[in-house]
Structure formats: C-alpha cells, structure tokens
C-alpha cells in the first residue's frame, strides 16, 4: 500500500506570494490533517479534513487554509508569505477517527525569502 | 487547554542500556495518547498508542509505554537500546474539548545511543 505522498518536497516562494501544498493520503483513508514544523515552536496541528469537512481547525491566522478533495487528496494553501512561514509542512492521513494513530508524509519544506 | 510536556530536550543512553523517554499530559477529558519517532529528513512514523485497556502497552521495535493516570504520564521505554533508535521521539495527545479533539504534540526529545 503506498504510502502518504505530499509533493513538492522543497519549495522557495518569496515575502507576499502565495502557496499551495498537496497531499495524497494512504487508499481508504479519509481524513487528513495539516501539522508546521520549526526548530522553535515544534509540531503545531494546523487542520483536520474529513471526508470534505474541516473538522479541526489549529490556532493558525486565516492566512492557512485548506481543503479536501472527494478523493480524500487535501491541499493547504498559504496566502502573503512571511519569513516565519519557513517550516516543514506535514501532511497525516488516518481511517477514522481521533484514536485512530497517523501516517505521515515525508514533508514539504518550505523556504519563504 | 490540553498540553504535553517532554522534559528533556535530549537523552543519551549507551547500547544494550535500558532507555526511558518521558512524557506528561495535561488534559480535561479521557486521552488517547500516542509515541511517533522521527528519522532525519522524514515524516513521524508511528510506534504506539493508549486509548483504553491495559496500561502497558507494546509497539513497533520493542517498545512500550506505561499509560499513568495518576501521574499524567505516558513514558516510553525500551529494555535494551540500539543505536538505529537514535532519531527524535514526539509524544502526543488527543482529548475531546467542546466536542473537538485537536491533537497537540511534545516538543520532541533527542534519542542517542552510543555505541
């Protein structure tokens, strides 16, 4: 079974664009979630999707948002980049629900400058 | 608000030692509580979680972790390290609050095993 596959793997995008993140979950999973990784605030949950839905939403601005797809896939978006933004960005699928344990993706990271 | 605290930033253990990588939670309900390890350059992979039942609890690569509730604590541990387990552990929680269950994550601690 392949496994979750977020693409691309690096990114530079400049102070102001913005950006979009895809994730393809593991076959038969249906819910996605979003985490930021950085060396300083750790690994801070972003979204949730189910089955189209946001179902958990982080304590990120309005800036960050999301999205699913009826195929599960999910995508994050990212509008007027700033230099904190520069982080590695997980994508985990799991089958059902919150006691159900995620598979992770290897990451995109991404540089903003 | 739910919260999960890994005190040590890095433990360092010799191979063939036991090693202990510790883990508290602060929560309002009932928690599902999990173990991820993170290789350089790659996603977490999941080791093991508690969601009810025996406190002990067995995973992947001989570890396990006791489920505290007196304590808050969930630590993993291992009876005899490799050094291949040298990587970054995460442990995280999920606990409903209003219906939600946002899953929130220790800051990591740094596994190395010496040879």
């Known amino acids: 079974k392949a496994g979750v596959t977020q693409t691309p793997r690096y990114l530079i995008k400049t102070r102001g664009q913005q950006v979009t993140l895809s994730c393809s979950p593991i076959?038969?999973?249906?819910?996605v979630s979003w985490y930021q990784q950085t060396p300083g605030q750790g690994l801070q949950f972003l979204f949730e999707y189910f089955s189209e839905t946001q179902r958990n939403k982080g304590n990120f601005p309005g800036r960050f948002s999301g999205r699913q797809f009826s195929n599960s896939r999910s995508e994050m978006n990212v509008s007027t980049l700033e230099l904190g933004d520069s982080a590695l960005y997980l994508c985990?699928?799991?089958?059902?629900?919150?006691?159900?344990?995620?598979?992770f993706g290897q990451g995109t990271r991404l540089t903003v400058v | 608000a739910q919260s999960v605290a890994q005190p040590e930033d890095q433990v360092n253990v010799a191979e063939g030692n036991p090693l202990t990588v510790k883990c508290t939670y602060s929560v309002s309900g009932n928690p599902y509580l999990f173990w991820y390890v993170q290789y350089p350059n790659r996603g977490l992979q999941f080791l093991l979680k508690?969601?009810?039942?025996?406190?002990l609890v067995k995973g992947s690569y001989g570890f396990e972790a006791e489920f505290n509730k007196s304590q808050t604590s969930f630590h993993l541990k291992k009876p005899s390290a490799l050094v291949s387990d040298s990587a970054l552990y995460f442990c995280?929680?999920?606990?409903?609050?209003?219906?939600?269950?946002?899953?929130?994550f220790g800051r990591g601690t740094s596994l190395i095993v010496h040879p």
């Open positions: 076959s038969g999973h249906r819910s």
């Open positions: 995280a929680v999920r606990a409903s609050s209003g219906g939600s269950y946002i899953p929130t």
């Open positions: 508690y969601i009810t039942g025996d406190n």
């Open positions: 985990a699928s799991s089958s059902q629900g919150a006691n159900t344990e995620a598979f």
